[in-house]
């Protein structure tokens, strides 16, 4: 059984960073890529950030040169640094591990909150 644990969420003032860890454990082969989405209030769900077994990366464009994708394939753990942190980065964010296979599995979620 996958699981996902996502830690490293909370309140932090615009300008600042927190960095996201996100813990596979259970099946850890076959992984295709790791990735971070992210859902505010009232809006859908969209895609952060995404790390590939071969480590190409893709960013929301709002985030680029602010964020940044890294993954240890030792911990079995993708991190998301997040930097310069504006009011409009603060949603859910969600950890989410693609296999090659098909399968999908989510993380629960960690909260974080930009004040202004």
């Known amino acids: 059984q996958v699981q996902l644990v996502e830690s490293g969420g909370g309140l932090v003032q615009a300008g600042g960073s927190l960095r996201l860890s996100c813990a596979v454990s259970?099946?850890?082969?076959?992984?295709?890529?790791m990735g971070w989405w992210r859902q505010a209030p009232g809006t859908q769900r969209e895609l952060v950030a995404t790390?590939?077994?071969?480590?190409?990366?893709m960013y929301l464009e709002s985030v680029k040169g602010r964020f940044t994708i890294s993954r240890d394939n030792v911990k079995n753990t993708v991190y998301l640094q997040m930097n310069s942190l504006k009011p409009e980065d603060s949603a859910v964010y969600y950890c989410?591990?693609?296999?090659?296979?098909?399968?999908?599995?989510w993380g629960k979620g960690t909260l974080v909150t930009v004040s202004s």
């Open positions: 790390i590939t077994s071969d480590g190409p990366r």
């Open positions: 259970g099946s850890i082969f076959e992984i295709d890529s």
């Open positions: 989410r591990v693609s296999y090659v296979y098909g399968m999908d599995y």
